[in-house]
């Protein structure tokens, strides 16, 4: 047996975890809190900074050794085992362990349909040019048992598949027709030059063992599901997904397959393309600790060009083989809502027409311009809902976790830094193999999520809830995206370079709403043409503690909160600075502070006799806005304070007073049909409109 001495660890992508994670550490941690003061309540947002430890995977490169000796197979089975020159052939069910080089050849598995097999690697190294170095040809079930305290290697040595492979030989390093493990606690390095790293056509699930994957294409694959339960997990992409299933057909006790299902352990991935992409869904419980690195954000990034082919990569990359992130790229410091360096600085952008003329330079990752992406980011009406909205400029998908339906999430520690969205869950007609369309749906039910994204933070094609837990979108196009947005509890931190939050027409039978019942929700946006909070539909209030921050201080084509139908506040406590478009109608009492610029500083508002019933804290400056309460009192008067200077104040009546028609509503937001710059359709106070381009 060898016995593992671990060797200082050097960290596997020191620049990207330096730029990209320190936003991690800067993540907040707001709190909303009820207290008695005087007699009265007060609403207090405490917002402090967090420091978020990132934990990564314990890498099994740190126990590597040099494995030396003569190969051996060995077991209780008699006969269980032939050998042909190099090539080693399990044929009976039972445990067989291995140790030892093998510097060319192979271990196949090629029992019974009802054979279960156990092969143990206790110190091994296995490397093959023809073929899977492990090919589990026929079995019930395979487990690969890494021994504690022993580090095994599996080289994959042959030349890069083509569109014209064949998979007769295995398909990935470690290749199983069948359902496959990985157990043990001893480490395991997996090189697959070929194709895959680790693949299953059925079930692969990884338990305890400290496995690192490096693949040029899929490093985890299996077909009808992927299973971490726990171990220390790192995956490498140079060319594909970090974490793939491919069927999302149901199996024949109706169960549905396609689900990457995550309950524990430390993961890193890092992908050219999606690190994590389920045919059906994603399901993240428990503790642990997930980091998500996709293309330009992950160092083994190398150019993706062939289309439809065995390695299962897409069309059309540009880029050079290794990609790293610009130190531009992220350096948002969420704590104090400052920007610094933000991708392609405060502009959003013009958006395309129906006919993709001039997608108009949304910024990219590096801080540059996206460049005129044709064909529709965000068309002027209907409006494309599906297509993403500040595209990267691949021709392939490189989201942080991606499902073709639904997506739950309720633990977990995750990091995410995506140069496309970073939480995205599909709705598309027909995708599933059963003939149904995806769910479209995102459910957030706990952990805590940062994310750092060149497109939106989270999308939904159809329903995003969000009941508990701690989301920090640290920079995005969009953070939160969705047909139906629904915000019930938990901590959310939003800051966009468009829209913050976004209830937007996609299915053409559903209206948009941003539905806020609980929590505390905090949204800041880039000044120009963009909104804190925007909804094609209605916003709904009837609790928690909304601070919204964007849009300019106009109003008429940008705002604090925007929307196409009405602004309802019935519970809880909506602060909205910037551009006014809209102010609450049916709503708890609200007052339009029109006429007050809201600068870096704390704010307090009291009543006549001094209780303070609202507290909150601004960095940045932005001009007018409203505040919205339950806790506003009819006939009572009130004191708004930055520090101890008096900025406003007014004697509370019935429903909303102030300035209410600050802005209004802005006629050129819709865009053009043809794709031109819809611009300078008059708003409804006779004023132009602004800018077109289809930002619905």
Request: aromatic residues 6%; contains cysteine.
């Amino acid at each position: 047996m060898i016995k593992l001495n671990k060797i200082k660890r050097n960290c596997v992508a020191a620049v990207i975890l330096t730029m990209c994670l320190m936003t991690a550490g800067c993540a907040r941690n707001s709190t909303s809190t009820t207290t008695a003061s005087g007699g009265e309540t007060t609403i207090t947002s405490d917002i402090t900074k967090e420091d978020t430890d990132v934990t990564h995977a314990d890498d099994a490169e740190n126990y590597r050794v040099s494995i030396t000796g003569d190969f051996t197979v060995t077991s209780d089975t008699s006969d269980g085992v032939t050998q042909s020159g190099s090539v080693y052939t399990i044929t009976k069910a039972g445990e067989y362990t291995v140790a030892g080089l093998l510097s060319e050849g192979q271990l196949i598995v090629d029992a019974g349909d009802e054979n279960e097999v156990t092969i143990v690697l206790n110190g091994t190294s296995i490397t093959c040019s023809s073929g899977s170095p492990i090919y589990v040809k026929n079995a019930s079930e395979v487990k690969i048992k890494s021994e504690e305290n022993s580090f095994n290697e599996v080289i994959d040595n042959r030349a890069e598949a083509t569109e014209d492979s064949s998979d007769d030989a295995g398909n990935a390093a470690i290749y199983a027709t069948c359902d496959l493990k990985l157990v043990g606690k001893g480490a395991l390095v997996v090189t697959a030059n070929y194709n895959n790293g680790i693949q299953s056509k059925d079930d692969l699930s990884i338990k305890n063992v400290i496995v690192k994957v490096t693949a040029v294409n899929n490093a985890f694959k299996g077909n009808d599901a992927v299973d971490i339960e726990s171990g220390n997990i790192i995956a490498i992409s140079a060319k594909g997904d970090g974490i793939k299933t491919s069927n999302s057909s149901l199996s024949n006790k109706g169960n549905q397959k396609g689900i990457v299902t995550i309950t524990g352990g430390n993961i890193d991935i890092y992908a050219a393309c999606d690190d994590i992409d389920a045919s059906y869904g994603v399901d993240i419980s428990g503790d642990g600790n997930l980091n998500i690195y996709t293309d330009t954000y992950s160092e083994y990034s190398e150019e993706v060009t062939s289309s439809g082919s065995s390695s299962g990569t897409s069309a059309g990359h540009g880029s050079s083989g290794n990609k790293t992130a610009s130190a531009n790229t992220v350096s948002y410091v969420a704590a104090s809502d400052t920007i610094a360096n933000a991708p392609g600085g405060f502009g959003g952008g013009n958006m395309g027409g129906m006919d993709g003329q001039n997608g108009g330079n949304a910024p990219d990752m590096n801080g540059g311009s996206g460049g005129n992406k044709a064909g529709g980011d965000r068309p002027g009406m209907p409006g494309d809902f599906n297509e993403s909205g500040n595209s990267s400029g691949q021709s392939y998908s490189t989201k942080g976790i991606k499902a073709e339906s639904e997506i739950s999430i309720s633990g977990f520690t995750i990091n995410i830094c995506s140069t496309d969205d970073g939480i995205h869950a599909n709705s598309d007609s027909g995708i599933l193999e059963t003939g149904e369309d995806g769910k479209g749906t995102i459910v957030i039910n706990g952990g805590s999520i940062t994310i750092s994204s060149g497109d939106d933070g989270m999308h939904a094609d159809k329903q995003l809830d969000a009941n508990d837990g701690y989301i920090n979108v640290v920079t995005s196009y969009e953070g939160l995206e969705a047909i139906t947005i629904n915000l019930n509890g938990g901590k959310i931190y939003v800051y966009a370079t468009d829209d913050g939050i976004n209830a937007c027409t996609g299915d053409g039978k559903t209206s948009p709403i941003v539905n806020i019942t609980g929590g505390y929700i905090d949204v800041t946006t880039a000044s120009g043409d963009t909104d804190g909070i925007d909804s094609n539909g209605n916003y709904v209030q009837t609790g928690g503690f909304v601070l919204v921050k964007g849009g300019s201080s106009s109003g008429n084509v940008s705002g604090s909160i925007d929307v196409d139908g009405t602004v309802t506040i019935t519970g809880g406590t909506c602060i909205a600075l910037g551009g006014v478009c809209e102010t609450p109608v049916n709503s708890a009492n609200a007052y339009v502070l029109s006429s007050v610029s809201f600068s870096s500083g704390s704010y307090s508002l009291k009543d006549a006799s001094g209780n303070e019933v609202i507290s909150f804290t601004v960095d940045g400056t932005f001009g007018n806005g409203w505040i919205c309460s339950d806790t506003l009192t009819t006939g009572t008067s009130y004191t708004l304070y930055r520090g101890s200077d008096s900025i406003a104040d007014w004697t509370q009546e019935s429903g909303t007073m102030g300035s209410s028609g600050t802005g209004g509503f802005g006629g050129g937001k819709m865009g053009g049909m043809g794709g031109q710059n819809g611009g300078n359709a008059p708003d409804m106070n006779g004023q132009n409109g602004g800018f077109g381009g289809g930002r619905r």
